[in-house]
């Protein structure tokens, strides 16, 4: 096991170095100056000109390069050009919207997928597993911001049983925060439920044509049982490997979403970023995104090696 | 699986319902207001952002002098002034008993800060050249100081009324980004970046108490999720509201009122007069007769704005109706062009991001191709256009709205992006900073308007619209934008 994580490990250092790069110099090919855009058409060139030695952006590519990734590796993010703040603060104050959201949505998802998944298989042919194949392939026909704008118009100006958007945050209450994350966190699990179940049902299903299985109902153990302790467990690997790929998405791809809730998420800082030059911003939050879907992909590779014996081995 | 969450959710909706009761009787003394586009900071003396000023000005920060709702310029924190008879010298008598929020009084020593911080040489204040002007300032006493200019400027008090020219502490300013300290009625609570900022009732004010206990400025960008909000009464105003396709709706519900109000949003097809057969002024007249203001308004604004003849708010008393001067006249145009020999041009024509210019764009590409103009049309995002249009000119036509108050004098610079050289206007600008008398400045503001609606400098189009959605029972919400201002200081509501 040590030797397999070790070779994850080097692998996730290296694609470290590599993200850090393009995106520094993606970021460099960007037109536009931050400081004559945040002084407007009034501003005259001298204060521009003081503006960009206050905000620190002078100095070659390579060294502001080694000063970014210096600054990082000591846990400083930068300042954030426009909010005047530590970009790490920022991170975090838009992570206490973004991560919860992300977890309801995947424990959501997980909840509504591993037993329908189940179930489906179960039912293989019949119309229980129709019914739920041509619900889960409107779920991923229906583009979530729809299914988003929609639930807003039912819950919340119809019914207004919930507000339409926004985060009134931690320290107003658990409860209110966890009731403005309850629309977002369904509309972004409707999706990602519809394809996990899938997922679930069709690794079910292949695990259900092994000999082992049968080899299982043949010494007498009921269908159930041998459902719960032999297929299940072994058809987790390709549902895990989708959970963790939906993990980084709703992470970072929940920005259609937070738009729609108009939720001050990780994604809408990263759009404010782009659109107002806050260019250290983006370098910084694109990189800990990335920082973060390998780390998820690392998880689920030692995930596999704890679900799957063989695979630890192998290496 | 609907059936899986619909026991625990039914609790959640029960209890949902009641706590929307109670907030509804509570609602009284509080307001939350819709805006666009969150500040990026709360300095409005550090950013050009109009954000920010809308969210401060009036509520949380006061200058000397302040504009009002109708546009005029009223007394704030100086209680009076006086002017020398040269024009020279400006003594301003100051409120007594003015504190800042932290407590400390606001004092002459403030003023002479403030100002000289926004004039110094490191100064980041976008909108520096409202206090070139100004030689010295001087604290005479603690009430009384005495600013003194090195040239006569008859717009000097309404410079001062300019966010930018808020009068902050030293022993604050350091914080001002993200927890500003001024003396208005209202303080700073607290900011949810991204999300909302907060302002209580200031208990201490020197100045009338305000209506409102609590007002909360929300930060919707989606038009789609504007719209949701104010329907699911999660917003209770929203001034500058991003959906003018769905006003009409809001028109016919009685719960909601649509405010629709003048800004100082001179909304103009930006010209390159130094640009290859730009130069020539017949050229741009045809354009400006190829062009048909109302269409534009109703194509891309949803009808919503006054047609403007010349770089002027239609508002402004000293405003002079020169559309005439440039009616749609397509033939005229063609005819314009075939003199200056300049048939078959083709421009480009380089739009920033908003709707106006985006929408209107497209819509005088049809135009202009009618009288025989082709347009290259390029989508930019703001940096860039501040990069390649306005810094380095590198453009034929664009559309952009010049949201500044007064801001005709920006004919008289010849770097400006548009690059109008006239000795003639450059005099009457001189002139202008001269008179003091109101008569002079009148006739002298008129004939500016009327040597750039000759010149044909720009395509003059239409003065941008305010369209607002409100509860209908609050009242005191600005019509006009007379300056980036959500003054919340007479706002209250009715039962």
Redesign the interface.
Known sequence: MLSYILSRLVALALSLVVASLVIFVMIELV????A?????????P??VA??RA?LGLGGSPVERYLRWVGGMLQGDFGTSY????PVAE?VT??LA?SLPLALMALL?ST??AIP?GLYAASRRGRPGDWSVMG?TQLGIAIPNFWFA?IL??IF??N?????????P?WDQGIWPSL?AL?LPAVALALPQ?SILARVMRSAVLEVLGQDYIRTARAKGLSRRRTLTDHALRNALIPVLTIIGLQFSFLIAGAIIIE???????LG??VF?GI????LIVVESVVMLLVFAVILVNFLVDIAYGLADPRLRRRS | MKQLFSGPALATFAAAAVMNVSAVLAAQTSITVGMQLEPPNLDPTGGAAAAIDEVVYANVFEGLTRYQADGSVAPALAKSWTISDDGLVYTFSLHSGVKFHDGSAMDAEDVKFSLDRARAEDSTNAQKRLFTGIASVDAVDALTVKITLSNPDGGFITNLAWGDAVIVAPESIENAKTAPVGTGPFTFSRWVQGDRVELARNPDYWGDAVALEKATFKFISDPTAAFAAMMAGDIDAFPGYPAPETLPQFEADPRFRVIVGSTEGETILSTNNKAENLSDVRVRQAIAHAIDRQAIIDGAMFGYGTPIGTHFAPHHPDYVDLTGGSAHDPAKARALLKEAGAENLTLSLKLPPPSYARRGGEIIAAQLREVGIGTEIENLEWAQWLEQVFRGKDFDLTIVSHTEPMDIGIYANPDYYFQYDSAAFQGLIEDLKLATAPADRTRILQAAQKQIAGDYVNGYLFQLARTGVANARINGLWENAPTQANDLTGVSWSD
């Not at chain 1, 037109?31 to 931050?34: H, V």
């Not at chain 1, 919930?162 to 985060?167: K, N, V």
């Not at chain 1, 659109?275 to 806050?278: G, W």
């Open positions: 037109p536009g100056d931050p004559s855009f945040m002084l407007g058409l009034n501003a005259a001298d204060t003081a503006l206050e426009t909010y005047r703040a920022l104050a838009r919207v959501l909840l509504i329908v619900l704008m807003v118009v919340a100006i019914l207004r049983w919930f507000s339409a958007g926004g985060f945050g009731k309850t439920a738009n729609v809730f108009f939720l001050p998420g809408r800082l404010q659109t107002q030059r806050d």
